[in-house]
C-alpha cells in the first residue's frame, strides 16, 4: 500500500516554466496529502512572478496511479474526514488548474490512471510518452471517475471512446492516446519534460491552442446519436454486469454533462462518487484490489530479505492440456522451454497445442505473426533429459500418478543442477510422498496451475514443510512475470481453490436428490455471480474428472463427503458432459446447453440407492435458500483450509475463490462475502440443515468457535478491491477458465 505521505514540488526554470511534481512512491498516488499540497503548489505557481507556464508531472517516470486506493477504507471506517464532494474536480481542477491564467501541460510518463489522468485533463494539454499507459479504471473499484473524468474525456475523445474505456477500464498507451485526441504529442522520455515545457510556452505565446477539456464540444458526438451511444452502452452493461449499479451510475452522470453542461456533470459526479465510495461494492473491490496485491507476502518467505535467482531456461514434462498451457504462458513471458513428452508422436501433439494457444491469438488479433514466431522459437521438444543439464526449473504435469511422479523425480535429480526449483502441477497427489525416494525435498514445490494454464490468472503455490524459502521466492517471481496471480498453499488434498469449492458440487448433488430442480440451482447461482452453476460446470469438466476428483475427497473427508450416485449413473449411461454432448444438459452443435427431461429417472434411481425422499420443503427453496445451502457448505470448508494453516490468510482464500472459481470479485471474495452475512448466521443455518439433512454440514470447529464469540471469520482483514464477469471456459474439476475481463 501506498504511503500517505505524499507531497508536490515546485521547481522554476530560467525559462519561466514551473514544474509541478507528484510525489508520494511507489506510484504517486493521490493521497489527500498530495492533493492539498497540489493545490497549494499551484497556487503558489500561479502567484509567483517569475512563473509564465506550468508544467505538471511525476516523479521518478511515473506520473500517477489514481487517488490512494488506501484512502478508501479509511473514508468508510470513517477515519479520516474527506474533503467536500467537488473539492478535487471543481475547486482545483477545474476552477484552479483549467480556468487560470498562466497555462498548464501534463508530463506524463509510466501511468496516468484515474485521478492521475483526471489531474492530467485538467490541464490545457498533454504530452505523453509511448510507454505511457493513460486510464480511468475507476470502475474496477466499484466507483466512477471522480476527480472530473466523466466530463473531460468524452470531451477529449468522444463518447463512444470515453464509454469504453471507462466500461472496460482498459488504459492505452502513447500512440493510442495521441490518435483518438487524449494527448498532444508523443514524445521519447528523454525529450518529455523539454517538450512539456516548450508547449506550454507555446500556448502562452498562443502558438498552440489553449483548451480547457471541460468546455470541448467539437469531439461530442451530437446529442441524438449520443443518447443512442448511452443507450446502447446501458443495455450491454445490464447483461454483462447485472449486478452491478455503479457502471450505469457512470453511464447517467456522462449524460448530465452532455444534456446539461460540465459543470453540472461535475457536480453530479462529484454527489455520486460519495455515495458509491461508501458501497458494499466499493468495499468488496477495494478489499480484492489490496488482497491480491498481498498474495505475494508470505510471512516468514517474504520478509527474510531474499531475492528471486533468475529463472532463464524451463523444462516442461508432458505435453497434455495442461502441459502444453504451462509451456505457452511460460514462453509468451521470454521464457525458454524445453517440453518432454515419451514419444515422437505425443511430442508432436504437444507442441501443436501450444501452437494453438498461440495461433489463437493471432486470430483474435492479440499477437502478431511475427511475435508469434518469435514466441513459438523459445520452445523446444525432448524425449529424454540430456537437455535437462542447465535447466533452472522444471515443472512435471503428467498424469496423476504417484510411481510415475517418483520416479520421474529420482530421474530429474540425476540430471537437473542442484540449484534446479522441482515443481509438480499436481492437483491431488501428496507432494511428500512425490519426493519420497530423493533428497531434494527443499526443492520440490507444487506449481499448480488452472486449466487452460495460458489463460487462468491463478498460482497455486504448493510448499511443503520442507520447502526452502529461497524456492518459494522463485516461484512466486516466475508467477508474477508470467501474470499469473500466485498464492502460497500448503500440502493437502485439493489444495486451497479445489479443496473449498468441493462442497460448491456436493451440495447441489444433496439438494437434487431431495427435490430441488437441477437448473433452477444453476439458475440461482448464476444469478448470485458465479459464471455456471455446479451442473453446468460438472458438463464442462466432465464427469471422468468429477468422479476421479470426488474420490480423492471421500478417500481423505469421509466424513463430510456427500456420496450421491447420480453422477457415476449418467456415466454408466454414456453421458460424460459436454464432451459428449449430454451430461446435465444436451448440448447442440453450437454447444449451447438446453435441459434434459430425460435427467428425472437418473436423479429418481440416484434418490433410491442414496434412500432418501423429497423434502418438500428443498422443492420450493428460493434463490436465497439455494445460494446459502450452496455456498454455506463452501465457507464452512474455506474455514477448515484457514484454521489448518493451508492458506496464510484470509484474504489468500478470497482472491483463490475469484481467481480461481470465478467467485463474483465484487463480492470479495469467499470469506468478505461470509462476514458480510455474520459468522453467527452461518453457523446457525449450517446447524439447523446438520440436524435435518447429516453431517455434511456441520460447522467445523473454527466456524462455531467464532459464531461463539460473535466474531468475523477473518481475524485480521488487510484493508483495502476489481471488477469482472466472467466466462468460463473449462479444465480439470473445479478448476476452469475464469477470463477476467473488467466491465
Ligand atoms: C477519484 C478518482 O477518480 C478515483 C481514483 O483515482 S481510484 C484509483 C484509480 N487507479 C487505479 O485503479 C490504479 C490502481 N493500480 C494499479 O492498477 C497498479 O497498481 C499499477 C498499474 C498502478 C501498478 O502496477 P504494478 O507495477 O504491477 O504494481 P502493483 O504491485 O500493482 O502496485 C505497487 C504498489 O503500489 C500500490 N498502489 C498502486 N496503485 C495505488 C493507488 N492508486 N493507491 C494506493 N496504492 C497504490 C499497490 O498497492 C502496491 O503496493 P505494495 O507494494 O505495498 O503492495
Same mark, same amino acid.
Given at each position: 500500500m501506498s504511503s500517505s505521505k505524499g507531497r508536490t514540488t515546485l521547481e522554476v526554470g530560467a525559462d519561466g516554466v514551473g514544474i509541478i511534481t507528484l510525489i508520494n512512491p511507489p506510484v504517486n498516488s493521490l493521497s489527500f496529502d498530495v492533493l492539498y499540497s497540489l493545490k497549494e503548489t499551484y497556487e503558489l505557481a500561479l502567484k509567483k512572478d517569475d512563473v509564465k507556464a506550468i508544467v505538471v508531472t511525476g516523479a521518478k517516470g511515473k506520473f500517477s496511479g489514481g487517488f490512494d486506493i488506501s484512502a478508501f477504507g479509511k473514508i468508510q471506517e470513517g477515519n479520516v474526514q474527506a474533503p467536500k464532494p467537488g473539492f478535487v474536480s471543481l475547486e482545483i481542477l477545474s476552477d484552479l488548474v483549467a480556468a487560470a491564467k498562466k497555462p498548464s501541460v501534463a508530463a506524463i510518463d509510466g501511468l496516468a490512471l484515474g485521478g492521475g489522468l483526471e489531474v492530467a485533463m485538467g490541464c490545457h494539454a498533454r504530452i505523453s510518452t509511448p510507454t505511457a499507459q493513460l486510464g /480511468?479504471?475507476?470502475?474496477?473499484?466499484?466507483?466512477?471517475?471522480?476527480?472530473?473524468?466523466?466530463?473531460?474525456?468524452?470531451?477529449?475523445?468522444?463518447?463512444?471512446?470515453?464509454?469504453?474505456?471507462?466500461?472496460?477500464?482498459?488504459?492505452?498507451?502513447?500512440?493510442?492516446?495521441?490518435?483518438?485526441?487524449?494527448?498532444?504529442?508523443?514524445?521519447?522520455?528523454?525529450?518529455?519534460?523539454?517538450?512539456?515545457?516548450?508547449?506550454?510556452?507555446?500556448?502562452?505565446?498562443?502558438?498552440?491552442?489553449?483548451?480547457?477539456?471541460?468546455?470541448?464540444?467539437?469531439? #461530442?458526438?451530437? /446529442?441524438?446519436?449520443?443518447?443512442?451511444? /448511452?443507450?446502447?452502452?446501458?443495455?450491454?452493461?445490464?447483461?454483462?454486469?447485472?449486478?452491478?449499479?455503479?457502471?450505469?451510475?457512470?453511464?447517467?452522470?456522462?449524460?448530465?454533462?452532455?444534456?446539461?453542461?460540465?459543470?453540472?456533470?461535475?457536480?453530479?459526479?462529484?454527489?455520486?462518487?460519495?455515495?458509491?465510495?461508501?458501497?458494499?461494492?466499493?468495499?468488496?473491490?477495494?478489499?480484492?484490489?489490496?488482497?491480491?496485491?498481498?498474495?505475494?507476502?508470505?510471512?516468514?518467505?517474504?520478509?527474510?530479505?531474499?531475492?528471486?535467482?533468475?529463472?532463464?531456461?524451463?523444462?516442461?514434462?508432458?505435453?497434455?492440456?495442461?502441459?502444453?498451457?504451462?509451456?505457452?504462458?511460460?514462453?509468451?513471458?521470454?521464457?525458454?522451454?524445453?517440453?518432454?513428452? !515419451?514419444?515422437?508422436?505425443?511430442?508432436?501433439?504437444?507442441?501443436?497445442?501450444?501452437?494453438?494457444?498461440?495461433?489463437?491469438?493471432?486470430?483474435?488479433?492479440?499477437?502478431?505473426?511475427?511475435?508469434?514466431?518469435?514466441?513459438?522459437?523459445?520452445?523446444?521438444?525432448?524425449?529424454?533429459?540430456?537437455?535437462?543439464?542447465? !535447466?533452472?526449473?522444471?515443472?512435471?504435469?503428467?498424469?496423476?500418478?504417484?510411481? #510415475?511422479?517418483?520416479?520421474?523425480?529420482?530421474?530429474?535429480?540425476?540430471?537437473?543442477?542442484?540449484?534446479?526449483?522441482?515443481?509438480?502441477?499436481?492437483?491431488?497427489?501428496? #507432494?511428500?510422498?512425490?519426493?519420497?525416494?530423493?533428497?531434494?525435498?527443499?526443492?520440490?514445490?507444487?506449481?499448480?496451475?488452472?486449466?487452460?494454464?495460458?489463460?487462468?490468472?491463478? /498460482?497455486?503455490?504448493?510448499?511443503?514443510?520442507?520447502?526452502?524459502?529461497? !524456492?518459494?521466492?522463485?516461484?512466486?517471481?516466475?508467477?508474477?512475470?508470467?501474470?499469473?496471480?500466485?498464492? !502460497?498453499?500448503?500440502?493437502?488434498?485439493?489444495?486451497?481453490?479445489?479443496?473449498?469449492?468441493?462442497?460448491?458440487?456436493?451440495?447441489?448433488?444433496?439438494?437434487?436428490?431431495?427435490?430441488t430442480d437441477v437448473y433452477q440451482i444453476d439458475k440461482a447461482i448464476t444469478k448470485f455471480g458465479m459464471p455456471m452453476g455446479p451442473f453446468r460446470l460438472c458438463d464442462l469438466v466432465g464427469f471422468g474428472v468429477a468422479i476421479a476428483t470426488g474420490g480423492q475427497f471421500v478417500l481423505n473427508f469421509p466424513e463430510r463427503t456427500y456420496k450421491s450416485m447420480l453422477i457415476p449413473l449418467m456415466q454408466e449411461d454414456k453421458r460424460a458432459g459436454e464432451t459428449t454432448r449430454r451430461g446435465f444438459y444436451v448440448y447442440d452443435e453450437k454447444r449451447r446447453a438446453n435441459p434434459d427431461p430425460e435427467l428425472k429417472k437418473f436423479i429418481e434411481k440416484a434418490r433410491d440407492i442414496s434412500g432418501v425422499t423429497v423434502d418438500p420443503k428443498l422443492t420450493k427453496l428460493s434463490d436465497k435458500d439455494i445460494v446459502e445451502m450452496i455456498f454455506f457448505p463452501v465457507v464452512n470448508e474455506a474455514c477448515r483450509v484457514l484454521a489448518e494453516g493451508i492458506a496464510v490468510k484470509a484474504s489468500d482464500l478470497d482472491i483463490s475463490a475469484i481467481m480461481g472459481m470465478g467467485f463474483p470479485p465484487y463480492r470479495g471474495g469467499i470469506l468478505f462475502w461470509a462476514d458480510s452475512l455474520g459468522s453467527k448466521y452461518i453457523c446457525s443455518r449450517l446447524e439447523q440443515w446438520s440436524n435435518l439433512y447429516g453431517g455434511f454440514f456441520k460447522p467445523c470447529s473454527y466456524l462455531a468457535e467464532r459464531a461463539a464469540k460473535g466474531a468475523p471469520l477473518v481475524r485480521n482483514s488487510i484493508p483495502g478491491f476489481y471488477i469482472n464477469t466472467s466466462s468460463l471456459v473449462a479444465s480439470s474439476y473445479v478448476e476452469f477458465v475464469f477470463c477476467l475481463c473488467r466491465v
Amino acid at each position: 500500500m501506498s504511503s500517505s505521505k505524499g507531497r508536490t514540488t515546485l521547481e522554476v526554470g530560467a525559462d519561466g516554466v514551473g514544474i509541478i511534481t507528484l510525489i508520494n512512491p511507489p506510484v504517486n498516488s493521490l493521497s489527500f496529502d498530495v492533493l492539498y499540497s497540489l493545490k497549494e503548489t499551484y497556487e503558489l505557481a500561479l502567484k509567483k512572478d517569475d512563473v509564465k507556464a506550468i508544467v505538471v508531472t511525476g516523479a521518478k517516470g511515473k506520473f500517477s496511479g489514481g487517488f490512494d486506493i488506501s484512502a478508501f477504507g479509511k473514508i468508510q471506517e470513517g477515519n479520516v474526514q474527506a474533503p467536500k464532494p467537488g473539492f478535487v474536480s471543481l475547486e482545483i481542477l477545474s476552477d484552479l488548474v483549467a480556468a487560470a491564467k498562466k497555462p498548464s501541460v501534463a508530463a506524463i510518463d509510466g501511468l496516468a490512471l484515474g485521478g492521475g489522468l483526471e489531474v492530467a485533463m485538467g490541464c490545457h494539454a498533454r504530452i505523453s510518452t509511448p510507454t505511457a499507459q493513460l486510464g /480511468l479504471p475507476e470502475l474496477t473499484l466499484g466507483v466512477i471517475p471522480g476527480f472530473g473524468g466523466t466530463q473531460a474525456l468524452p470531451r477529449l475523445v468522444g463518447i463512444a471512446k470515453a464509454l469504453e474505456m471507462m466500461l472496460t477500464s482498459k488504459p492505452v498507451k502513447g500512440e493510442e492516446a495521441l490518435n483518438i485526441g487524449l494527448v498532444d504529442a508523443v514524445v521519447s522520455p528523454d525529450e518529455l519534460l523539454n517538450t512539456a515545457r516548450r508547449w506550454a510556452l507555446d500556448i502562452l505565446e498562443g502558438k498552440k491552442p489553449w483548451v480547457i477539456s471541460y468546455y470541448k464540444t467539437d469531439k #461530442l458526438e451530437p /446529442l441524438g446519436e449520443a443518447r443512442e451511444i /448511452l443507450k446502447f452502452a446501458r443495455a450491454q452493461t445490464r447483461k454483462r454486469a447485472p449486478n452491478l449499479n455503479h457502471p450505469l451510475v457512470c453511464i447517467d452522470v456522462i449524460e448530465v454533462g452532455i444534456v446539461s453542461g460540465s459543470r453540472a456533470g461535475l457536480w453530479k459526479e462529484a454527489e455520486a462518487f460519495q455515495g458509491l465510495l461508501l458501497s458494499d461494492t466499493c468495499r468488496s473491490l477495494v478489499h480484492v484490489f489490496f488482497s491480491q496485491r498481498g498474495t505475494t507476502k508470505v510471512p516468514g518467505v517474504t520478509d527474510l530479505g531474499l531475492k528471486p535467482r533468475q529463472v532463464k531456461k524451463v523444462a516442461i514434462l508432458g505435453g497434455g492440456l495442461m502441459g502444453s498451457g504451462i509451456a505457452t504462458a511460460l514462453i509468451m513471458s521470454n521464457y525458454s522451454v524445453i517440453l518432454k513428452e !515419451v514419444n515422437d508422436k505425443f511430442l508432436q501433439s504437444g507442441i501443436a497445442r501450444v501452437k494453438a494457444n498461440l495461433q489463437s491469438r493471432v486470430k483474435k488479433g492479440q499477437m502478431s505473426q511475427e511475435k508469434f514466431e518469435k514466441t513459438l522459437s523459445l520452445l523446444k521438444g525432448a524425449l529424454d533429459y540430456e537437455s535437462f543439464r542447465d !535447466v533452472d526449473m522444471v515443472i512435471e504435469a503428467v498424469i496423476e500418478n504417484v510411481s #510415475l511422479k517418483q520416479q520421474i523425480f529420482s530421474d530429474l535429480e540425476k540430471y537437473c543442477p542442484p540449484h534446479c526449483i522441482l515443481a509438480s502441477n499436481t492437483s491431488t497427489i501428496d #507432494l511428500n510422498l512425490i519426493g519420497e525416494k530423493t533428497k531434494s525435498q527443499d526443492r520440490i514445490i507444487g506449481a499448480h496451475f488452472f486449466s487452460p494454464a495460458h489463460v487462468m490468472p491463478l /498460482l497455486e503455490i504448493v510448499r511443503t514443510p520442507k520447502t526452502s524459502a529461497q !524456492v518459494i521466492i522463485d516461484l512466486l517471481d516466475v508467477g508474477k512475470k508470467i501474470k499469473k496471480t500466485p498464492v !502460497v498453499v500448503g500440502n493437502c488434498t485439493g489444495f486451497a481453490v479445489n479443496r473449498m469449492f468441493f462442497p460448491y458440487t456436493q451440495a447441489a448433488l444433496l439438494l437434487v436428490e431431495r427435490g430441488t430442480d437441477v437448473y433452477q440451482i444453476d439458475k440461482a447461482i448464476t444469478k448470485f455471480g458465479m459464471p455456471m452453476g455446479p451442473f453446468r460446470l460438472c458438463d464442462l469438466v466432465g464427469f471422468g474428472v468429477a468422479i476421479a476428483t470426488g474420490g480423492q475427497f471421500v478417500l481423505n473427508f469421509p466424513e463430510r463427503t456427500y456420496k450421491s450416485m447420480l453422477i457415476p449413473l449418467m456415466q454408466e449411461d454414456k453421458r460424460a458432459g459436454e464432451t459428449t454432448r449430454r451430461g446435465f444438459y444436451v448440448y447442440d452443435e453450437k454447444r449451447r446447453a438446453n435441459p434434459d427431461p430425460e435427467l428425472k429417472k437418473f436423479i429418481e434411481k440416484a434418490r433410491d440407492i442414496s434412500g432418501v425422499t423429497v423434502d418438500p420443503k428443498l422443492t420450493k427453496l428460493s434463490d436465497k435458500d439455494i445460494v446459502e445451502m450452496i455456498f454455506f457448505p463452501v465457507v464452512n470448508e474455506a474455514c477448515r483450509v484457514l484454521a489448518e494453516g493451508i492458506a496464510v490468510k484470509a484474504s489468500d482464500l478470497d482472491i483463490s475463490a475469484i481467481m480461481g472459481m470465478g467467485f463474483p470479485p465484487y463480492r470479495g471474495g469467499i470469506l468478505f462475502w461470509a462476514d458480510s452475512l455474520g459468522s453467527k448466521y452461518i453457523c446457525s443455518r449450517l446447524e439447523q440443515w446438520s440436524n435435518l439433512y447429516g453431517g455434511f454440514f456441520k460447522p467445523c470447529s473454527y466456524l462455531a468457535e467464532r459464531a461463539a464469540k460473535g466474531a468475523p471469520l477473518v481475524r485480521n482483514s488487510i484493508p483495502g478491491f476489481y471488477i469482472n464477469t466472467s466466462s468460463l471456459v473449462a479444465s480439470s474439476y473445479v478448476e476452469f477458465v475464469f477470463c477476467l475481463c473488467r466491465v
